[in-house]
């Protein structure tokens, strides 16, 4: 772990200012996340509370609370990309590596937000259904809606404890223990904010009569007090003694939300509304101020992490630095190669084996059992070789090229032919072979070599589990001198073994034997 | 090796990255350029001829839209970034860093965006009569908005393939105003056009009844697609013209794979045959044969997404081996660590895989190397399946064709890695053709059975 490093490319901006812009960004976008949850939760609440819309619809207070929803969660995304863009530049390596831990969770987070954002949007924009279906829809919203906070809770835990990465890799990528519990009481921290914020929201803007401010006034308070003791749960949780700017933040926090508690009690206790003026700027106080703490907690681990992390990508640049004058010439040289030519695609996907000279003597001839065909000597048809290569040797080092599309191929076929000529029958033998000599090879053919190749010379049905297997002789041949030399030495690799203890008239027979069988 | 890995099972990182970028680029282009334009043309002509049929076709129209692009839109275009976040991180994060500022203007210009279209939506009953007017700039204001987006982040789309100059002088410039930048610029907007007025002929033949008002609107739209089609192919052509022949050789087998490259002649024929369609339609409904019209409506829409998944396809394949041409290789290694790999090897220099616990038996390694070296693009067991392809492979033929892969086949990235690595690999993958490595997909490096976490550093 002390070896990771950064991206080898610098930061665009400066750290401070980064550290600004996300801060900033970040409270924006999880202003509109608390209220789009809230929305969301506050809207099923009412549309159960208005037994399941059993009453009309234009004085459903879900239905008015929903209408906000589209604006609300758009905002939410839109908002979302300066911060994640910020993060992933300014803690590429945490954030990343976090986000692996919970790959599959994480790009849920799509589909979850489009089945919950269509299906709130449905039911807010007046495609009334069933109340049923209604309601099956707003509860299915909300539930993939819900998981949304906590895929991102458990990133960030994740996130904020490089410590314990090997542990969660171990673990099964998961997060257990301490972390556990942690991820359990910040999810909760953050739908009871969702809570605050949907009801602060709707009491001030959409409620439009007593019952529903009163209703709205129970779940702000309510959600206050669950803030205060998860806070407190969270606090516990810290692992080393915060230093005096967390511990001056928290407390700026703590003051503005028990202001904010004691003006709602007594507000509420004289039965008169909450005043907007003096309940928002508390409000977002509480939110500003509880969002340092924690981004003061975090930068203690990240800090430090960040700058090993830009250390050792320094010292990792300078060990590529030799290579890179030579990369970059082979990727300049790289761009000028085109593989639409015959030549251009036998020099670069063939000759490795094949050779420059096609004489099968390339490169890395050597080290395969099985060598690659001395191409100059093959005598084959057009469509054996297009066959051969759109389907390899199995049993063999030689590929299939369906990489490459059936024009192309036919312009390597086209260069090949034009340079071996290899497209034709093969040509007579050099020497000259007397009735009797033939007759003998054509016994031994028939008695040891159709066992595999076939009588007809197409392989028998035994050669037929064989890897590689022969060749089809009515369309396949090779030059005579290559016929000779494989009878003689056999083909490495293969099941063909030598047959050198023949006489050499035998061999030179069982060549014509075998071209003869061209065409047939 | 900043990063550990996660493999998409079956479906493989690119398929999964490319079914939701074209699911984006359907909404993107066609809902939030194309039919927004259209939305605010016909409430325009609503206003001028004092129609209540083209007003309300306008609002009906964008309740629709706006909805499916707040929804799916914007949600698929931030996927692509999730997802390639979590499959592919250290290509997100170089290109975030180089393209920091487009990406951060496009945040601003995205959020503007979406306040004007909210704005928009919500005040269309109330801004009437003498407002009406401004109300319609609105609307153009957004879809302003709306092409500058697409003027953002259409220089990082570029770039992917036409890098240019960008390797050797590393400046902003080059790389973001890249020679195939301004060709897709254009196309993608005629692909914005041509998609927003099939959408809007969809939607005004599935909810408008037979009647003058239908005539008339289908006749606009007819000719609307009429000229985008025609703009989006000039445009395609431009686009390709640019595109350096060493990518754009492989566009048909791009689009055709190994399953159908040898019948190449399918590339052109279905290629005609759905220009023919589209263009078929916008003639049809230009005639106002609304039936007929609306037979075709939804075979001329499918085309048409089929064609915007062809361009991505080709855009996004020819680029072959490199995810940033000249500076990083599609498997997220750099150009210059190929090199160091081959001498230093691969593992040792992967934190990840010397972190993770098992990591020294042999499917281990393997996995691991099968992980950093092809997993961007061959899943074991699924899509582009490496067991299919290397099956009848001798091993000492998988171990050298290991070596060449770049050469030989031209789109893929070379192995990075010492000898005794590359020999690991060639077991691991012959042993996966045999079926004698069972390994189901490893999703990740080393399947934790917690054996208490045996680093070996």
């Not at chain 1, 703490?293 to 990240?302: E, K, S, V, Y």
């Not at chain 2, 945040?107 to 503007?112: L, N, P």
């Not at chain 2, 593992?347 to 997993?375: E, H, Y």
């Amino acid at each position: 772990m002390n070896r990771l490093s950064d991206l080898l490319l610098e930061k665009p901006l400066p750290d401070a200012l980064l550290r600004g812009l996300l801060f900033t960004s970040f409270t924006l976008h999880l202003l509109f996340v608390l209220l789009t949850l809230g929305t969301a939760i506050l809207s099923v609440h009412y549309f159960i509370d208005s037994h399941c819309g059993g009453r009309p619809k234009e004085l459903r207070f879900d239905n008015r609370i929903l209408k906000t929803f589209m604006a609300h969660k758009s905002l939410a995304v839109v908002l979302g990309i300066a911060p994640l863009l910020l993060i992933q530049v300014g803690s590429t390596i945490p954030f990343f590596t976090a986000v692996n831990f919970f790959a599959p969770y994480w790009m849920l987070l799509v589909v979850f937000l489009i089945i919950a954002f269509l299906g709130f949007d449905a039911l807010g924009h007046k495609i009334y259904v069933h109340r049923y279906l209604h309601f099956a829809v707003g509860v299915l919203a909300l539930a993939l809606l819900l998981v949304v906070p906590g895929i991102f809770a458990a990133i960030l835990t994740a996130f904020e404890n490089p410590g314990r990465w090997q542990a969660i890799m171990n673990g099964g990528y998961r997060l257990t223990g301490v972390l556990a519990v942690h991820w359990l009481f910040r999810y909760l921290h953050i739908l009871g904010a969702a809570v605050v914020f949907g009801s602060g929201f709707h009491y001030f803007f959409i409620a439009a009569d007593d019952t529903e401010r009163k209703s709205l006034q129970t779940w702000f308070v309510a959600g206050i007090l669950l803030q205060f003791i998860l806070g407190i749960l969270l606090y516990g949780l810290l692992p080393e003694r915060p230093g005096y700017i967390i511990t001056a933040f928290l407390l700026v926090g703590i003051v503005a939300a028990a202001i904010l508690l004691w003006a709602v009690f007594s507000v509420v206790s004289k039965n008169r509304p909450f005043n907007i003026r003096l309940v928002l700027p508390l409000l977002l106080l509480v939110l500003v101020s509880m969002l340092l703490t924690r981004q003061f907690i975090q930068d203690r681990t990240l800090l430090p992490l960040q700058k090993r992390l830009e250390a050792n990508a320094i010292a990792y640049g300078n060990e590529l630095k030799p290579f890179e004058r030579q990369t970059l010439d082979t990727y300049g040289a790289s761009l000028k190669v085109v593989y639409d030519n015959g030549e251009t695609i036998y020099s670069r996907s063939c000759s490795f084996c094949h050779g420059e000279k096609g004489d099968g003597k390339g490169l890395e001839a050597k080290r395969l059992t099985t060598p690659p065909e001395d191409i100059s000597a093959i005598r084959t048809t057009r469509r054996y070789l297009h066959t051969i290569l759109a389907g390899g040797v199995s049993g063999s080092a030689m590929p299939y090229f369906t990489v490459f599309d059936r024009y192309k191929l036919d312009r390597l076929i086209d260069y090949l032919d034009k340079k071996y000529s290899i497209v034709r029958v093969p040509e007579p033998l050099p020497v000259k072979i007397s009735d009797a000599l033939f007759q003998q090879a054509g016994k031994i053919y028939d008695e040891t070599c159709s066992l595999c190749h076939g009588s007809d010379g197409r392989g028998s049905a035994l050669s037929k589990g064989f890897q590689p297997q022969p060749p089809d002789f009515t369309v396949y041949s090779l030059s005579p001198e290559r016929t000779f030399d494989v009878i003689t030495n056999g083909y490495p690799g293969t099941t063909m073994s030598p047959f050198g203890s023949l006489t050499a008239d035998v061999r030179w027979g069982l060549v014509k034997i075998v071209h003869e069988k061209r065409g047939q | 090796m900043e990063f550990p890995v996660f493999q998409f099972s079956y479906l493989g990182s690119g398929m999964v990255i490319g079914l939701d970028a074209v699911l984006h680029v359907i909404i993107s282009h066609g809902l939030a350029i194309g039919a927004v334009s259209f939305i605010v043309i016909s409430e325009y002509l609503g206003l001028v001829k004092a129609s209540r049929d083209w007003e309300a076709f306008a609002r009906d129209f964008l309740k629709f839209t706006i909805i499916i692009t707040t929804g799916i839109g914007a949600i698929t275009g931030a996927g692509i970034w999730l997802i390639t976040s979590a499959l592919s991180p250290r290509g997100i994060g170089s290109m975030l860093r180089i393209f920091f500022w487009p990406w951060f203007s496009e945040w601003i210009v995205f959020t503007c965006e979406v306040i004007f279209i909210l704005i928009y939506y919500f005040t269309w009953s109330r801004w009437v009569r003498e407002r009406k007017l401004k109300h319609i700039y609105l609307g153009m204001m957004y879809v302003f908005l709306a092409i500058c987006s697409a003027w953002l982040i259409t220089g990082i789309l570029g770039f992917m393939l036409t890098s240019d100059g960008w390797p050797w002088a590393k400046s902003f410039w080059p790389a973001f105003l890249n020679p195939s930048y301004l060709p897709q610029l254009l196309l993608r907007i005629g692909m914005a056009f041509s998609l927003g007025s099939l959408f809007s002929a969809v939607f005004l033949l599935f909810t408008r009844r037979e009647g003058t008002f239908r005539i008339e609107a289908l006749k606009l739209f007819g000719k609307a697609a009429l000229i985008s089609f025609s703009a989006t192919a000039v445009f395609a052509w431009w686009y390709f013209s640019v595109v350096p022949s060493t990518f754009k050789t492989h566009a048909v087998f791009a689009v055709l794979t190994s399953r159908f490259s040898q019948q190449p002649e399918i590339f052109w024929y279905v290629n005609c045959a759905g220009a023919i369609m589209l263009f078929t339609f916008s003639l049809v409904s230009m005639r106002s044969a609304s039936a007929l019209a609306k037979i075709l409506i939804i075979p001329a829409l499918l085309v048409s997404i089929g064609f915007v998944g062809e361009f991505e396809r080709i855009r996004e394949f020819i680029r072959g081996p490199y995810l940033m041409p000249g500076y990083m290789y599609a498997n997220q290694v750099l150009l210059d660590e190929t090199p160091f790999f081959n001498k230093e090897g691969i593992v040792k220099n992967d934190p990840w895989l010397t972190m993770s616990p098992d990591n020294q038996g042999i499917a281990a390694l393997g996995a691991g190397l099968f992980a950093r070296n092809c997993s961007a693009c061959h899943t074991i067991g699924g899509i582009n399946d490496i067991a299919k392809k290397v099956d009848g492979r001798t091993v000492d033929g998988i171990f050298v064709i290991l070596a060449h892969t770049h050469e030989m086949a031209p789109f893929m990235p070379p192995f990075s890695g010492t000898e005794d690595e590359r020999r690991t690999l060639a077991g691991f993958l012959y042993g996966l053709s045999k079926g004698t490595v069972k390994e189901h997909t490893p999703s990740r490096f080393a399947p934790a059975h917690a054996h208490g976490g045996g680093t070996h550093e």
